[in-house]
C-alpha cells in the first residue's frame, strides 16, 4: 500500500472485516475491532477505519447497485475479496470527496495485490476506473487529461 501511512493501514483492515463478513454471512460492524491489535493499533487511523466499516455496512445495497454499472457479473461471483475492496472504493468515491480518485484507485488496486487473487488487482482497476468515471466525472476527466498530457 502507499506506505504506513494510518489510512492505509485503515483501509487494509477495513477490507480485511468486510471480507471476514461477507464469507461468515454476519454484519461487518458487529466484529470489526477484531481486526485492529494492540500491536498495530497505533498505525491505524481507528476514525477513518470505523467510518469505512460502518459505512459500507450500512450501505451494501447502494454500493453493490452503484457497482452493477462497471461489473461485469453477478456480484457473489466475484471473488469476496475483490467484492469487498470494491465496495470499499465506491463507498470512498461517494462519500469521501476530499481523498483524489487516484488515491482510492491505487489503495484499492494495492489491497486487491495484497489480499486477492493473482489477476484480481487488474479485475478491481477496470471496475474501478469505470466507477470513476461516473462518480467522480470531473477528477476522472482532469486526470486522463494530465495523463494524454504527459503521453
Do not use: W
Amino acid at each position: 500500500m502507499a506506505g504506513t501511512l494510518p489510512r492505509s493501514h485503515a483501509r487494509s483492515a477495513a477490507v480485511q472485516a468486510l471480507y471476514q463478513a461477507l464469507v461468515n454471512g454476519q454484519t461487518p460492524a458487529k466484529d470489526a475491532l477484531d481486526f485492529v491489535t494492540a500491536e498495530n493499533s497505533d498505525k491505524i487511523d481507528m476514525k477513518y477505519f470505523t467510518a469505512l466499516v460502518e459505512g459500507v455496512s450500512k450501505e451494501i445495497e447502494v454500493l453493490d447497485a452503484e457497482l452493477s454499472y462497471a461489473v461485469d457479473r453477478d456480484l457473489s461471483d466475484i471473488d469476496p475479496v475483490e467484492c469487498s475492496v470494491l465496495r470499499l472504493a465506491v463507498y470512498e468515491f461517494i462519500h469521501r470527496p476530499e481523498v483524489p480518485y487516484r488515491v482510492v484507485l491505487n489503495e484499492a488496486v494495492e489491497l486487491a495485490k495484497a489480499f486477492g487473487g493473482e489477476k484480481g488487482h487488474k479485475y478491481v482497476n477496470g471496475v474501478l476506473d469505470k466507477m470513476g468515471s461516473k462518480l467522480r466525472t470531473v477528477e476522472y476527466q482532469a486526470s486522463k487529461a494530465r495523463r494524454a498530457h504527459k503521453s
